[in-house]
């Protein structure tokens, strides 16, 4: 067996974007895995542990081989019949065989089987050593992982994210030989620019960690993460404030510094005059910090940056950080106080040179569409049609502010306190903001009736009006995130409890569109599709089944949050003893009207009932409708089923003792119509017979 031993690759970069880091040192380290486990050279093309700091990209591979093994390989040659002329002398084909395996014709085996005697040669392929095979597998991930930002430099071919300045390329002790970028792999590295410059050689692979450890520069990205955020936590706690940090500005910080070193600093009080939102924004946007917060959860006027070096004069640092973010807060203050000059009702008509989608215009037409709409569908979250409407003739205006340009990710909670100082009603402000929510999967959904009345309308209009243009999202494409916004959807209309349906909530968009925009009839069922394939992802998500989902969806499909009832419902009854029987009873009786071809066979005629088994099946059914009507008006579907499992005796003992497609066609007609009451009652729960395929 080959030698094994640490594989280091480490390409040394100029500043790369905090951003791409991770996806840059991913596609390094799943680029090489691969193609050194499809050598042989590794068992799991997964080990890869990345190493990346924006001066550069790493890769550490344990136990890599430093040959290929040699491979025994059996050669099939040509049928020994072609392989010799009628003299015994060996024909072209059985030298070119020959040739091809490196023996002489005389040296050959045979092999035989059923379809006669061939040439035969058992050959050793020797293994390709590392050095030799790591060249090309470098060159193909690099060629992976080169997208459109990539960049050529000086007279180079190769593209890159950033220009390649060193190479360091170790297995085990020994540098390999290997060339990219105009550069020649050694086993130098280079530390942090300012406590650590210069080259620094690393002795073995696994030594490469402590060699830059010792340079300042901390290699591993998680060891960066939990530096900032054990020095970020401890230096608010020393302050008596809280930090909150938001993972992906720890991210961005660890992918800004070889040497994270936390520091904090203070602003102007007068500042917080400026809703919080917008300073938090500017904070961790422009400057990459960490905004604190009171006991009370109010933002205080202090923060923390993370520093790239140890300075010698802390208090000198802290004041460029001062320094530097006074002007951000500034242009804040200055948005908020420019924007307040003009109400968002005088903002209107600036909606209008907006656009927001060719065929169905600017932003003005939409906020049109939204205030017929949620004021068609206010009643539905008890919510007051008059404060809806006013909602939604002003929850795009802050789109055209100067905060929200800056800033788009306050749309909506800008506009909420743009409202607030124009005097407008409090539930109309607050029904700005949360109409956007959620904002992302697993955000926080709209708690205020007003906010999940134009929440709906919002989606509901994107939904129908963007598939009614013909751009509904295909593949990997979908520029007005309508996945997101129709899993958004089904999440309000579950949580709010509105017995409002999917068909009718999708219909009064229709009505509310049709005006504008030429409409296929077949909109509305490819939009209901579409929702309820995101329905499916989120019951998935809830824990239910798909078979459950499945059987409800076969059913009628009612309001969001009637459904997921049912099909949680439907999943524990699934699991009971007595439910085996009843998915059984409705899975036959589908059958058996299915084969009769007929939707209605009309009432059931107690006087056409001859045999007791069916008697007693029609008695079991009327007393059970009795019950069911109160249980199911008040979605109580688990009493429900149970309910129907008393049915389950009877139900046995009418298909072992009554031919239901017998001669008689009044008699079979009756039978099926006894069939057809029974199947209604389950079937309007779910289709129990879907639950055992």
């Not at 065989?97 to 050959?123: C, K, M």
């Not at 990539?150 to 085990?172: A, I, K, T």
């Not at 903001?433 to 509901?460: E, K, W």
């Not at 329905?535 to 998500?541: I, R, T, V």
């Amino acid at each position: 067996m080959s030698e094994r031993a640490d594989l280091l690759i480490e390409m040394g970069c100029e500043e790369l974007p905090a951003r791409l880091l991770e996806a840059q040192s991913r596609g390094l380290a799943e680029g090489l895995g691969r193609r050194l486990a499809e050598a042989g050279l590794i068992s799991d093309a997964d080990s890869g542990h990345v190493l990346a700091t924006p001066r550069r990209l790493a890769v550490r591979f344990p136990d890599v081989l430093a040959r290929q093994p040699d491979r025994e390989l059996e050669r099939k040659g040509p049928p020994e019949a072609a392989a010799f002329d009628d003299h015994g002398k060996p024909t072209r084909a059985a030298e070119g065989f020959a040739r091809s395996v490196g023996r002489a014709v005389e040296d050959l085996e045979r092999l035989e089987n059923e379809q006669g005697r061939w040439l035969y040669a058992r050959i050793t392929e020797s293994g390709r050593s590392l050095g030799e095979l790591l060249p090309d597998c470098l060159e193909a991930t690099v060629r992976d992982m080169a997208g459109a930002r990539s960049m050529r430099w000086s007279d180079r071919s190769e593209r890159f994210l950033r220009p390649v300045r060193w190479l360091l390329v170790l297995h085990g002790r020994e540098v390999l030989k290997l060339s990219a970028f105009g550069l020649e792999a050694d086993r130098y590295t280079q530390g942090h620019r300012i406590h650590g410059s210069g080259r620094h050689p690393v002795p073995a692979a696994i030594d490469y960690e402590a060699v830059l450890h010792e340079a300042h520069v901390l290699a591993d990205p998680a060891k960066r993460r939990q530096r900032i955020t054990g020095q970020v936590e401890h230096l608010a706690r020393e302050a008596g404030l809280a930090a909150n940090a938001p993972p992906d500005l720890i991210d961005e910080n660890a992918g800004l510094t070889e040497w994270p070193v936390a520091v904090i600093g203070d602003f102007d009080p007068a500042f917080l005059e400026v809703p919080a939102e917008a300073l938090i924004s500017s904070m961790q946007q422009h400057q990459k910090c960490f905004p604190l917060y009171q006991a009370d959860g109010q933002l205080a006027s202090r923060f923390i940056a993370i520093a790239n070096i140890e300075s010698r004069d802390v208090a000198a640092m802290v004041s460029g950080f001062e320094r530097v973010i006074r002007p951000r807060l500034a242009d804040a203050r200055f948005f908020w106080d420019q924007d307040r000059k003009t109400p968002l009702t005088e903002r209107l008509d600036r909606l209008d040179q907006v656009l927001f989608q060719e065929k169905l215009g600017s932003l003005g037409a939409k906020v049109r569409r939204l205030i017929k709409l949620a004021a068609e569908l206010a009643p539905y979250f008890d919510a007051s049609a008059e404060l809806t409407q006013r909602a939604a003739g002003l929850c795009k205006s802050d789109l055209v502010t100067e905060m929200v340009g800056e800033f788009p990710e306050l749309q909506g909670i800008m506009g909420m306190h743009y409202a607030r100082h124009d005097g407008e009603d409090e539930a109309v402000a607050a029904a700005i903001a949360s109409h956007y929510q959620p904002r992302q999967a697993g955000d926080a959904l709209p708690l205020d009736s007003i906010g999940q009345a134009l929440a709906v309308a919002d989606r509901l209009d994107s939904l129908v009006g963007i598939f009614a243009a013909g751009q509904k999202p295909k593949g990997g494409k979908d520029p007005f995130a309508l996945r997101r916004a129709a899993l958004a959807l089904v999440r309000i209309l579950e949580d709010s409890g509105t017995s409002l349906s999917l068909v009718s909530a999708i219909g009064l968009a229709v009505k509310t569109l049709q005006d504008q925009i030429d409409m296929d009839e077949g909109v509305a069922g490819e939009v209901e599709a579409f929702i309820l394939e995101r329905l499916k992802s989120h019951a998935a998500d809830c824990g239910i089944d798909t078979n459950s989902f499945l059987a409800v969806a076969a059913g009628r499909l009612g309001s969001i949050a009637d459904f997921m009832a049912r099909a949680r419902a439907v999943q524990a009854f699934a699991d009971q003893p007595q439910a085996e029987s009843l998915i059984a009873a409705n899975k036959r009786a589908s059958n058996l009207l299915k084969q009769a071809e007929s939707d209605s066979f009309g009432t059931v005629d107690d006087a056409l009932l001859e045999d007791s088994e069916e008697r007693a099946l029609y008695a079991a059914i009327v007393q059970v409708e009795s019950r069911l009507v109160a249980q199911l008006e008040h979605s109580d579907y688990a009493t429900a089923l149970a309910t129907l499992s008393e049915l389950r005796d009877p139900v046995d003992r009418f298909f072992d003792a009554v031919m239901v497609m017998c001669d008689q066609p009044q008699l079979r007609r009756n039978r099926l119509a006894l069939l057809g009451r029974l199947r209604g009652l389950i079937i309007d729960i779910a289709d129990l017979a879907r639950l055992g395929r």
